[in-house]
């Protein structure tokens, strides 16, 4: 988790965290972690059951269980360390370029933190690793709605452009839907009612979703004020690829 922030944070920001406030959070979090489990371990077998705070003397497990107390706070140590760099950072920390580790997947090849569009032209993948494979005269993807939200479809096999495909637009309605459904399973343990009461509920969220998500309702099939971008001195356009340089 820790080093998933660490490598996403300049993509996700535009900054990069600081490298030596980096190498503490990790020996902190390394010996902490070991310190809290590794006597946890030797405590099991030695007969203390999970989830248990008071025991007696005798037992000998007050050492075991100190040391793991002093691992815990290490952790938190490691933690407050983690924290302090990340607003640190996001405050003054150096600016990010757009591929620090020299990544090879799509997204390094644009800006940190990228655009609101993501890319100004969908590229093509020339190899199976899509940055350090790509060639000069790399294709482009052109002809795409600006006003909607599309991708292009293509061949399985050759990736030939087959059709572009529009997603839906941002909608309240799935976050209705889960509130009726947490609803239902909560309401459930009072009255046996809540079930047919939340499907009722879900059938009328569901349709009106469907509804508004209809064939009449999307482009290209829109009104034509709607869609401007898809027909150029009178004829569609239709998705092509094209060399960049």
């Known amino acids: 988790l820790f080093g998933a922030v660490y490598y996403w944070f300049p993509k996700m920001t ?26 946890m371990h030797i405590l099991g077998l030695d007969g203390m059951p999970r989830r248990i705070y008071t025991y007696v003397t005798e037992t000998g497990w007050g050492n075991l269980n100190m040391l793991a107390t ?4 290490t952790m938190g140590v490691g933690a407050v360390v983690f924290v302090s760099n990340v607003v640190y950072s996001l405050l003054k920390g150096p600016k990010a370029p ?8 799509l997204e390094w090849s644009v800006s940190s933190p990228p655009p609101a569009y993501n890319y100004q032209y969908i590229t093509s993948v020339e190899g199976p690793n899509a940055l350090w494979d790509r060639t000069p005269q790399y294709s482009i993807v052109t002809g795409l709605h600006v006003n909607f939200r599309e991708f292009l ?10 059709h572009r495909h529009t997603s839906p637009k941002p909608s309240i309605v799935p ?11 909560i309401a ?23 509804l508004s998500n209809s064939e009449e309702h999307r482009p290209p099939f829109s009104a034509p004020s709607d869609n401007p971008e898809y027909l150029v001195s009178g004829e569609k356009v239709e998705p092509s690829m094209e060399a960049a340089g």
Do not use: C, K, Q, Y
């Not at 965290?17 to 489990?37: P, T």
């Not at 002093?70 to 706070?73: E, L």
């Open 153 to 162: 479809a293509t061949t399985i096999h050759d990736a030939v452009p087959e």
């Open 70 to 73: 002093i691992g815990a706070f």
């Open 188 to 210: 459930f343990m009072f009255t046996a009612w809540a079930i047919p009461a939340a499907l009722f509920g879900a059938f009328v969220v569901l349709f009106f979703w469907f």
């Open 175 to 185: 976050l209705l839907l889960a509130i009726n459904t947490a609803g239902g399973f």
């Open 14 to 39: 535009g900054r990069m965290l600081n490298e030596r406030a980096g190498l503490v959070n990790f020996v902190l979090m390394f010996v902490g972690f070991n310190l809290v489990f590794f006597p």
């Open 98 to 105: 757009d591929n620090p580790w020299g990544s090879d997947t």
